[in-house]
């Protein structure tokens, strides 16, 4: 390494020297999962836009990602102490309706991610079609869902909630 770039380097404090991951946790979940729910939302809104045509797009593909953002919901509306019993134990079924409720949210998160594949596939790339933008973006919305879904459920820590 040059001389210069030595002296410069020595000089410089840490940029990382503060901060702890642990208590920007919560934060930086929020943020990157918020950032692909949006993304996902945008493929599928630039796609509609550009074929507003019913016989480019079909507009019925769009329950897909109805359907993977009610299980995004459902899947994070579950704390893990409700899951595990530590939280919850009041209410009609206690935790079993905790862990029935987020096995259903997970069964609709996989559910619109496999249609989303069979939309792409079937509707586009086996049929040969010219225009595969809208089945792509259909994909790339369900998969960016389902990666948010589960980066907001396993990036947050839940110990200030109790």
């Known amino acids: 390494m040059p001389g210069c770039c030595v002296a410069i380097t020595e000089n410089m404090p840490p940029i990382c020297e503060n ?16 950032s692909l729910f949006a993304l996902g939302w945008w493929c599928v809104i630039d796609a509609a836009a550009q074929y ?52 259903l949210g997970l069964m609709l998160s996989f559910g619109s991610l496999i249609g989303a594949c069979w939309i792409l596939f079937g509707g586009y790339v086996i049929p040969g079609v010219k225009i595969q933008w809208p089945g792509v973006a259909i994909f790339l919305q369900n998969m960016f869902i389902f990666f948010s879904s589960i980066i907001y459920k396993i990036g947050r820590s839940e110990e200030n909630w109790q």
Not at 19 to 34: C, I, K, P, Q
Not at 58 to 77: D, E, P, S
Not at 87 to 97: S, V
């Open 19 to 34: 901060w702890d991951a642990g208590e920007r946790r919560n934060f930086l979940a929020s943020v990157v999962s918020g």
């Open 52 to 103: 507003p045509k019913n016989e480019d797009f079909n507009h019925a593909y769009h329950v897909c990602g109805v359907i993977a953002t009610l299980a995004m919901l459902m899947v994070n509306t579950v704390s893990n102490g409700q899951v595990r019993g530590d939280m919850y134990t009041d209410g009609c079924i206690g935790p079993y309706g905790a862990r029935i409720w987020l096995f």
